[in-house]
């Protein structure tokens, strides 16, 4: 009897295990503030800014990263805050600079649930978005203010690292 007990512990603990991993683990937030884009021209397509961008980790120091980020229309509701949560495997340190890469949303998301942004090429690294689910499923001071908005593609480029 014990002894199905441990194996019945162990194999409960691997499985955790495992989903763990496939989640990753929360390295920090980055956070983007957008302005109202439309005075912008437009030809249609899927709308691009420059911005600074923001990553704060738990642990380390603060970067400062300049980028593009390809929303599907273009803004028009004033300044918003795009914020994510940089989800990792477990065994990544984040070295600094390294969220400089490309980013596009995960074509296996369903229509319904905002897609997590997915790094090219490295696609252990994922940002995923903060924005409001459901109503109320973020608290107010995690929140993402970035309610209606369709991010498509993130470029990256590292700036400035303090702290």
């Avoid at 600074?52 to 980790?57: G, I, S, V, Y």
Wanted: charged letters at 20%; hydrophobic letters at 40%; proline letters at 5%.
């Amino acid at each position: 009897m014990r002894s199905m007990y441990f194996a019945a512990l162990i194999g409960a603990t691997y499985a955790w295990t495992a989903t763990a991993a496939q989640e990753g683990v929360e390295l920090g937030l980055l956070a983007c503030t957008l302005a109202d884009q439309s005075s912008s021209e437009t030809d249609g397509s899927a709308a691009g800014t420059q911005a600074l961008r923001t990553f704060k980790p738990k642990n380390g120091a603060q970067e400062g990263y300049l980028g593009n980020i390809q929303l599907v229309k273009p803004l028009t509701m004033g300044e918003v805050t795009l914020l994510w949560r940089i989800k990792v495997p477990t065994a990544t340190t984040g070295a600094p600079g390294f969220l400089e890469q490309k980013y596009a949303a995960d074509p296996k998301t369903p229509a319904s649930q905002i897609p997590d942004l997915v790094g090219e090429p490295n696609s252990s690294v994922v940002l995923q978005s903060m924005a409001d689910r459901k109503v109320g499923s973020a608290g107010a001071k995690e929140g993402s203010s970035a309610d209606g908005i369709a991010v498509l593609r993130v470029e990256l480029k590292l700036k400035s690292t303090t702290g």
